[in-house]
């Protein structure tokens, strides 16, 4: 059985589709953050999008009329540069990333070579400046048996309107076909980003909520984690998609400002 809400005492919040669609804010976003502050709930932004750094998410989100600290942003970026520096301090990165999504692994003392440069690791984020012959470099690596990390696996970033831009999930399913191999990936739903997280919070897992609107990232990451698991159907998924899901969400919302409002009524039936 889920947890009650009335019981969790820390929220961790996907971005894209779950806070906002492209630059627009979400209905209730600003809401739901007020309601966890009044009522004394930590909350920790965590996003699969590694094409910006946590400086910029602080920054985009400021501009959205959401004020955050840095140390309240995690992404799947800084949790795969976290868990490469475990195994291979200063390790030699062949990156297919932004340049913010470089400078943060360059920051945690990776040196960024070529595929000249007999690279430790092949490491994909969701790279909008992406060029054939990055794939195609990647792909020539990989083959010759260099490991091979990704920051996530989300098949599509979604945008405002009902659109989608391709996130490297799509980009893994190309190098896949030519290469035959699948990368170890961190971010959610895997164990390396939670593990990561929960370093942020004294706050037990039975007292943790993941939101987010995919079931085979943030559903699947919550089931996994034994964290409770809340779907907003604002972003990628649709009701159509979670009643055919082999992931069940322990609780599914329209949006993060109907979360909102139930953990309001909630406060208010307890005299909070």
């Given at each position: 059985m889920p947890n009650a809400l009335q019981h969790i005492r820390c929220f961790l919040l996907d971005m894209d589709g779950t806070i906002y669609l492209g630059n627009k804010l979400l209905p209730g976003a600003g809401e739901l953050i007020s309601v966890l502050r009044r009522l004394g709930i930590e909350f920790l932004f965590l996003t699969n999008n590694s094409s910006r750094d946590k400086q910029a998410y602080?920054?985009?989100?400021?501009a959205l009329g959401i004020g955050v600290r840095r140390n309240q942003v995690l992404t799947s970026g800084e949790a795969t540069a976290i868990?490469?520096?475990g195994i291979k301090p200063g390790a030699k990165v062949f990156l297919l990333g932004t340049p913010t999504l470089a400078q943060e692994f360059a920051a945690h003392g990776f040196q960024l070579v070529?595929?000249?440069?007999?690279?430790?690791?092949?490491?994909?984020?969701?790279?909008?400046?992406?060029?054939?012959?990055?794939?195609w470099d990647a792909c020539d690596l990989i083959?010759?048996?260099?490991?091979?990390?990704?920051?996530?696996?989300?098949?599509?970033?979604?945008?405002?309107?009902?659109?989608?831009?391709?996130?490297?999930g799509a980009m893994i399913a190309f190098i896949e076909a030519s290469t035959g191999r699948r990368p170890k990936v961190i971010g959610k739903p895997n164990r390396e980003i939670v593990?990561?997280?929960?370093?942020?919070?004294?706050v037990?897992?039975?007292?943790?909520?993941?939101?987010?609107?995919?079931?085979?990232?943030?559903?699947?990451m919550g089931k996994e984690a034994g964290l409770t698991s809340?779907?907003?159907?604002?972003?990628?998924?649709?009701?159509?998609?979670?009643?055919?899901?082999?992931?069940?969400?322990?609780?599914?919302?329209?949006?993060?400002?109907?979360?909102?409002?139930a953990l309001s009524r909630e406060a208010d039936d307890r005299g909070d």
């Amino acid at each position: 059985m889920p947890n009650a809400l009335q019981h969790i005492r820390c929220f961790l919040l996907d971005m894209d589709g779950t806070i906002y669609l492209g630059n627009k804010l979400l209905p209730g976003a600003g809401e739901l953050i007020s309601v966890l502050r009044r009522l004394g709930i930590e909350f920790l932004f965590l996003t699969n999008n590694s094409s910006r750094d946590k400086q910029a998410y602080v920054e985009k989100l400021a501009a959205l009329g959401i004020g955050v600290r840095r140390n309240q942003v995690l992404t799947s970026g800084e949790a795969t540069a976290i868990y490469l520096q475990g195994i291979k301090p200063g390790a030699k990165v062949f990156l297919l990333g932004t340049p913010t999504l470089a400078q943060e692994f360059a920051a945690h003392g990776f040196q960024l070579v070529s595929r000249a440069g007999d690279p430790d690791y092949v490491v994909l984020g969701f790279d909008t400046t992406l060029t054939y012959q990055k794939l195609w470099d990647a792909c020539d690596l990989i083959r010759a048996g260099t490991e091979y990390v990704a920051t996530h696996p989300d098949f599509n970033c979604p945008l405002e309107g009902g659109k989608y831009m391709p996130d490297a999930g799509a980009m893994i399913a190309f190098i896949e076909a030519s290469t035959g191999r699948r990368p170890k990936v961190i971010g959610k739903p895997n164990r390396e980003i939670v593990e990561a997280a929960l370093t942020w919070t004294r706050v037990g897992r039975e007292e943790i909520a993941m939101v987010g609107d995919r079931l085979y990232t943030d559903i699947a990451m919550g089931k996994e984690a034994g964290l409770t698991s809340i779907l907003v159907l604002s972003g990628e998924t649709r009701q159509e998609d979670l009643e055919r899901s082999q992931f069940r969400p322990d609780y599914v919302f329209a949006s993060v400002g109907q979360l909102a409002e139930a953990l309001s009524r909630e406060a208010d039936d307890r005299g909070d």
